[in-house]
């Protein structure tokens, strides 16, 4: 397997998984009557945010789950019910999961909203801290940092042009797309959970 077809392998899910689009509807919910500065202020924080999350459990959420005593297996058998979860709000909602749209709605007056709910749970959720550190423990370091910036660099692309895009898919057109990707998400998910079992049972496979 080249290296092109492995970064791939890396990008693909966690892009899915982090799924910028479903955060663009809410970034442009908020920002629709910000100024110019206002919405630059909003990308660069929710993407940087995101971005240091992300590399923060890409290099040391292995260690954490040895303090706790947490095994690898355990992690990909529950990253892969999160991501699950995940996915089948995606898929039924067309949205990521409402949680984070309720918490954004109290704290939209006192909070940074590129910080909060954007950067955190949205982009940088639960699914995608538990991807990263499985990708780090399957793939070359490399890569995986080198997949995190991607990442990154297309979510802000997609935020800087947001409005452009939205005209042209709108909302619905947004929505059908993250449902799609959260068919993707169940089976990233479930792969997860089979190669958990396999290493937690010893099988040969």
Do not use: C
């Not at 992690?75 to 984070?100: F, N, Q, R």
């Not at 998400?185 to 079992?197: D, E, K, P, R």
């Amino acid at each position: 397997m080249n290296l092109v077809t492995l970064f791939l392998h890396i990008f693909i899910p966690l892009f899915v998984v982090v799924d910028p689009f479903a955060a663009m509807i809410m970034f442009i919910g908020y920002a629709r009557n910000a100024t110019r500065k206002e919405k630059n202020r909003i990308v660069n924080d929710s993407t940087l945010t995101s971005f240091f999350i992300l590399i923060f459990f890409a290099f040391l959420g292995y260690y954490i789950l040895l303090y706790f005593g947490i095994s690898i297996a355990a992690l990909e058998i529950a990253g892969g019910i999160l991501i699950l979860l995940t996915s089948i709000e995606m898929v039924t909602e067309g949205d990521k999961p409402s949680g984070g749209r309720r918490k954004s709605q109290q704290s939209e007056q006192g909070s940074d909203m590129g910080i909060v709910p954007l950067g955190t749970p949205l982009l940088a959720g639960p699914g995608a801290i538990s991807l990263v550190i499985l990708l780090m423990h399957d793939y070359n370091w490399i890569l995986v940092t080198l997949s995190i910036v991607a990442v990154s660099v297309v979510t802000y692309l997609l935020f800087k042009s947001s409005f452009f895009i939205y005209d042209i898919i709108k909302e619905k057109g947004a929505r059908a797309l993250t449902r799609i990707f959260g068919v993707l998400v169940a089976g990233f998910a479930i792969q997860y959970m089979l190669t958990g079992i396999v290493i937690f049972f010893h099988l040969n496979l």
